[in-house]
């Protein structure tokens, strides 16, 4: 860490093999010290290492904060109360003592929406998409599953206290999990009537605790989101040293919502990256040679756009602006071929017409939609679309999709493993076809380790990624180029 210039108090690197390291080579290339210190190359003869942390041992576990220097553990205290235990933590390179010290954390706000007007279909309500939504329940276009306080629907004639007000069961049918209504046709609510709906709508959070520089643990609260709350910024001088995750309708913190903030994610090893980076080596030279390349992504919704927040951070736009900047003499033409809801199934058959009538340097493939089918239907499929790729001349990335919800993932516990057998076979078909792999899927496994609730960041809530998240898609891909 530069500390001004010409002077460096730290230099934090990690090694692959230290076992007869005699001396390190420093060579500043980029360094806005470089000027300074003359570009020169610098020989340290005395090296200390200390192991501060590294891979988890099961992927998808919590972390240990590498700051936090002895105890510290964050812990249910019963009820909306967390304990941190005693110990020292380092704080702005200072060694802090901490007290013992019991947090209570306030409960998420919860909206009450009232006389919401509208008309119930005669759709029976089911999942994300079927029947009416309610409004304050609903993300972008999908509704969020449990948000909806069940129980609390009440469904009117009028919007005042005067009227009838309706019956579940007689008049109306929800499925509450996801907020949606219909009416029901035996039942008094006619169709196309405006009826008027009160309801409560629950909100997610996420809280930091933190330690100042004399050792005091503060509790910094972060802001009730129906969807994908954000978490707090610590102070200047603060170590954030967990972050607690606060689900719809949270009565009680466990385990599960607590998220030590632990190591940053590491890139993959230097070889295998390379191996990979060379598997689009035609793209990349012509993008150094400042020629045109053309891109096709190729993939479902999320590819398509997914929800994000505005066309320029879709993972594909951003990614082809990221290599505009990277390599400004470049003509590059980006065609995306993302088709909402659909799989690579259906995706196939409009393959030419979808990608390579194009002619393109580079397709990205991605389909989170397949990972629900079988191994033999998904080798099939991705292998004949790589055959087709390079027999066209053109290169390939394979991305591995982000995580969706844990209905989904199958997680009920604390740990949040990647558990879908096709994530794997992707990535042997990877090893198989010599294909590059933007492994986004370990990206997201890892965000537990780093102290974030991978929920956050889903902004349907169900499996579409918000603006964060068709970030990691990005940083994976341009570790390629």
């Known amino acids: 860490s530069p500390t001004k210039k010409g002077e460096w108090e730290e230099l934090r690197c990690q090694w692959r093999n230290t076992e007869n390291l005699k001396h390190v080579r420093v060579a500043l290339h980029d360094s806005p010290f470089k000027e300074g210190l003359g570009g020169a190359t610098y020989f340290w003869d005395e090296v200390v290492f200390t192991e501060e942390g590294g891979a988890m041992d099961k992927p998808g576990a919590r972390g240990r904060n590498p700051d936090a220097l002895e105890g510290l553990e ?3 205290a019963g009820g909306m109360k967390v304990s941190v235990s005693a110990g020292k933590a380092r704080v702005m390179g200072r060694e802090v003592k901490v007290e013992a010290t019991t947090l209570e954390i306030a409960p ?30 609903n993300s972008v276009g999908t509704t969020l599953p449990g948000c909806l306080e069940q129980g609390s629907i009440v469904i009117k004639e009028k919007p005042g206290q005067d009227g009838v007000v309706y019956e579940k069961g007689k008049d109306w049918r929800a499925d509450e999990i996801w907020g949606r209504v219909g009416r029901l046709p035996e039942g008094r609510i006619k169709a196309g009537q405006t009826v008027y709906i009160d309801y409560r709508a629950r909100q997610l959070r996420v809280d930091t605790i933190c330690i100042d520089d004399s050792g005091k643990v503060l509790l910094r609260q972060g802001d009730n989101q129906k969807m994908c709350p954000s978490i707090p910024e610590p102070d200047y001088g603060t170590l954030a040293l967990c972050n607690v995750y606060l689900d719809y309708g949270c009565r009680e913190i466990s385990e599960k919502g607590i998220y030590p903030i632990g190591e940053p994610y590491q890139p993959p090893d230097v070889d295998v990256l390379e191996s990979h980076r060379g598997q689009v080596a035609k793209t990349r030279a012509k993008l150094e040679k400042g020629e045109g390349v053309t891109i096709v992504t190729w993939g479902d919704s999320v590819t ?27 003509r590059i033409k980006l065609i995306n071929a993302g088709r909402g809801g659909w799989s690579t199934n259906g995706s196939l058959p409009l393959f030419e017409e979808d990608v390579l009538k194009y002619k393109p340097d580079l397709v990205t493939m991605e389909f989170i939609n397949d990972m629900g089918m079988s ?74 380790a780093e102290g974030v609730p991978y929920l956050i960041h889903l902004r349907n809530g169900i499996n579409h990624p918000d603006d964060f998240g068709h970030g990691l898609f990005v940083e994976e891909l341009m570790r390629l180029f």
Request: hydrophobic residues 35%.
């Open 375 to 448: 191994e033999e239907n998904l080798r099939k499929n991705w292998n004949e679309a790589i055959d087709r790729v390079r027999a066209a001349g053109g290169e390939v990335v394979i991305i591995t999709p982000h995580f969706a919800m844990p209905l989904w993932m199958g997680f009920t516990g604390i740990e949040t493993p990647e558990n879908r057998h096709n994530v794997e076979v992707l990535r042997k078909i990877s090893e198989e076809k010599q294909v590059a792999l933007a492994d986004a899927s370990k990206r997201w496994e890892h965000l537990a």
């Open 74 to 76: 964050v812990k249910p």
């Open 304 to 330: 398509a756009g997914g929800d994000a927040t505005r066309p320029e951070y879709r993972f594909t736009d951003a990614f082809a602006q990221a290599l505009r900047y990277k390599y400004p003499e470049a």
């Open 108 to 137: 998420q706000v919860v909206l009450q929406a009232t006389h919401e007007g509208t008309a119930l279909t005669d759709e029976e309500p089911q999942g994300w998409g079927k029947g009416t939504p309610l409004a304050h329940c």
